[in-house]
């Protein structure tokens, strides 16, 4: 979401369904052959690219291009994340699913009677390092730094030998992909169904805004934040005021620091 909303612009309600989408396509395979999710959810992560990239294909055609990405563009991903989570609800039904792993159900043991279950540490590892991964992309690359730039001035950039409409491409098929490979970490935490994408549909939004416009270190930082913030409130005060202490918390941030935390 970094790189779709915080850098280009473009406000991808759909995001969350692609993630979901992620996280069936690994069940699918755990449950029929017994690969590990992680593992499918990097095989197929080319897949999605391509799906993202053409997603964005047509969405430039046929709104960005003729200047009506505004709210007719809203409206397009709007629907795109309805058809995902209906065709899943059609496929699959409504029911939990949740893939298997060798170290789901196994922990390590600190002492004390306090352990770290590994389908928590596994994912939380393989996250960190696609993060780290998109980071040291957008920095140390010619594309990388071509995203960054496309956010900044187009024309400057197609003086540099680059067409700002393949950068784009390039970077929305990069956040779909990660969305995909984040629904597969996800399925091996806890179980999901088609429906599950609208819980993330404000918490991308918030996480993305607090760290900065398209900071990765700072989507990092806040969503850490968001994410200990909620448990705590559901800890102490109920789960239903989980969700109101994250945008709490992204008020009262913008309104110290309207640009996020690592923001410009």
Request: with cysteine.
């Amino acid at each position: 979401m970094s790189l779709i909303f915080g850098l280009l612009d473009i406000a991808n309600i759909a995001q969350p369904a692609f993630l979901i989408a992620g996280s069936y396509a690994a069940y699918v395979l755990n449950s029929a052959y017994g690969v590990d999710p992680i593992v499918v959810g990097v095989a197929l992560t080319p897949l999605f690219y391509l799906i993202g990239a053409g997603v964005y294909r047509v969405y430039y055609a046929t709104f960005e291009r003729r200047g009506e990405e505004s709210l007719r563009g809203l409206v397009f991903f709007f629907g795109l994340l309805f058809i995902i989570e209906v065709s899943l609800s059609m496929r699959f039904g409504v029911d939990y699913r949740m893939a298997q792993a060798a170290y789901v159900g196994k922990s390590i043991d600190l002492g004390g009677g306090v352990g770290v279950a590994y389908r928590y540490l596994v994912p939380c590892l393989v996250g960190l390092a696609m993060t780290l991964t998109l980071y040291v992309f957008l920095g140390r690359t010619f594309y990388g730094r071509a995203i960054m730039a496309v956010s900044q001035d187009q024309g400057a950039l197609r003086l540099m030998g680059a067409n700002p409409i393949h950068i784009k491409t390039i970077a929305f098929g990069i956040g779909i992909a990660a969305a995909s490979l984040a629904g597969a970490l996800l399925v091996t935490i806890a179980p999901v169904i088609p429906s599950t994408d609208r819980d993330y549909i404000g918490r991308m939004f918030a996480i993305t805004v607090l760290g900065g416009m398209g900071s990765i270190g700072g989507t990092l930082v806040a969503a850490v934040i968001l994410g200990v913030a909620e448990t705590l409130m559901a800890t102490f005060f109920g789960p239903s005021w989980s969700l109101a202490v994250s945008f709490g918390i992204l008020l009262l941030a913008l309104a110290v620091r309207p640009a996020g935390l690592f923001g410009r």
